[in-house]
T-cell receptor, first 117, second 113 residues
Framework: EAGVAQSPRYKIIEKRQSVAFWCNPI?????LYWYQQILGQGPKLLIQ????????DSQLPKDRFSAERLKGVDSTLKIQPAKLEDSAVYLC???????????????FGAGSRLTVL | GENVEQHPSTLSVQEGDSAVIKCTYS??????FPWYKQELGKRPQLIID?????GEKKDQRIAVTLNKTAKHFSLHITETQPEDSAVYFC????????????FGTGTQLKVEL
């Protein structure tokens, strides 16, 4: 099966500018996650979708971050305006929503590396 | 919410030796514990996982042990090879609550020749 696709792979912006990241999960995966990974740290969950509904966005800085998953497939994560501390890799992951072996496995995309100057 | 602590942050071993990475979790409801390997500039990839109804799981040179009472779990790599060099992350979640993984802070493993 094809993996989780993300774009762009790299983005450099000035602080206070905006940026958007796109994710296409594995076909049929109902659950989609956006994680933020700051250099030297573990991934931190920003938002979780189940189909096109938000399951958890408790750690999403809603004053500047937004995300949507229209039609329950692709998702976009937007940052506006960006701050220096937003420099990180933004990882998208997906998981199928079924019981049985492998149902809990998250598959990650290659990530989008953001540098805010 | 869940909190996962991971030790050590860096680990250097000689090729052929064993490596052990330890994690503790805070939420006694957590019941699924995966381990991810992340090579430099690449995505995290699942290498092994364990559920709370099992105390140990092994896959070739990799094994994971779980102590539910103490709320800690460990990754064991035997006969280490240079290609094992990477950052390893443990994670924990309660699969009945949305399955959102909480990750540890990572262990940089270096296998020296």
């Amino acid at each position: 099966e094809a993996g989780v696709a993300q774009s762009p792979r790299y983005k450099i912006i000035e602080k206070r500018q905006s940026v958007a990241f796109w994710c296409n999960p594995i076909s049929g995966h109902a659950t989609l996650y956006w994680y933020q990974q700051i250099l030297g740290q573990g991934p931190k969950l920003l938002i979780q979708f189940q189909n096109n509904g938000v399951v958890d966005d408790s750690q999403l800085p809603k004053d500047r971050f937004s995300a949507e998953r229209l039609k329950g497939v692709d998702s976009t994560l937007k940052i506006q305006p960006a701050k220096l501390e937003d420099s990180a890799v933004y990882l998208c992951a997906s998981r199928r929503w079924k019981q049985g072996a492998g149902a809990n496995v998250l598959t990650f995309g290659a990530g989008s590396r953001l540098t805010v100057l | 919410g869940e909190n996962v602590e991971q030790h050590p942050s860096t680990l250097s071993v000689q090729e052929g030796d064993s490596a052990v990475i330890k994690c503790t979790y805070s939420d006694s409801a957590s019941n699924y514990f995966p381990w991810y390997k992340q090579e430099l500039g690449k995505r995290p990839q699942l290498i092994i996982d364990i559920r709370s109804n099992v105390g140990e799981k092994k896959d070739q040179r990799i094994a994971v042990t779980l102590n539910k009472t103490a709320k800690h779990f460990s990754l064991h790599i035997t006969e280490t090879q240079p290609e094992d060099s990477a950052v390893y992350f443990c994670a924990a979640t309660f699969t009945g609550g949305g399955n959102k993984l909480t990750f540890g802070t990572g262990t940089q493993l270096k296998v020296e020749l």
